[in-house]
């Protein structure tokens, strides 16, 4: 099994920066891809940015220029720079990975960006 934890999370201004962390540990050997997703209320959960074991990141739409997606990977640790963040990034934020064993997600950061 692979254990996530997420980090980093909390209440920002508009316009302000967060950086997520998401630390990996257990059969993290093999880890295909890992991805940053978050939930807002009444909403479904969405894909916001994936890097894949050989480095290709993806973004949504909505945050490509303003979010950076990294790993450091003697740390097991993947990270989600977040700047000019806006009151529509307030959400739940999970990270997941994608493995031959199966899929695993972190228990989520709540990210909450207001005035």
């Known amino acids: 099994q692979v254990q996530l934890v997420e980090s980093g999370g909390g209440l920002v201004q508009p316009g302000g920066s967060l950086r997520l962390s998401c630390a990996a540990s257990?059969?993290?050997?093999?880890?295909?891809?890992t991805g940053w997703y978050r939930q807002a209320p009444g909403k479904q959960r969405e894909l916001v940015a994936l890097?894949?074991?050989?480095?290709?990141?993806t973004y949504a739409d909505s945050v490509k220029g303003r979010f950076t997606i990294s790993r450091d990977n003697a740390r097991n640790t993947v990270y989600l720079q977040m700047n000019s963040l806006k009151p529509e990034d307030t959400a739940v934020y999970y990270c997941?990975?994608?493995?031959?064993?199966?899929?695993?997600w972190g228990q989520g950061t709540q990210v909450t960006v207001s005035s």
């Open positions: 890097i894949t074991r050989g480095g290709v990141t």
């Open positions: 257990g059969s993290i050997f093999g880890i295909i891809a």
């Open positions: 997941k990975t994608n493995s031959p064993i199966g899929d695993y």
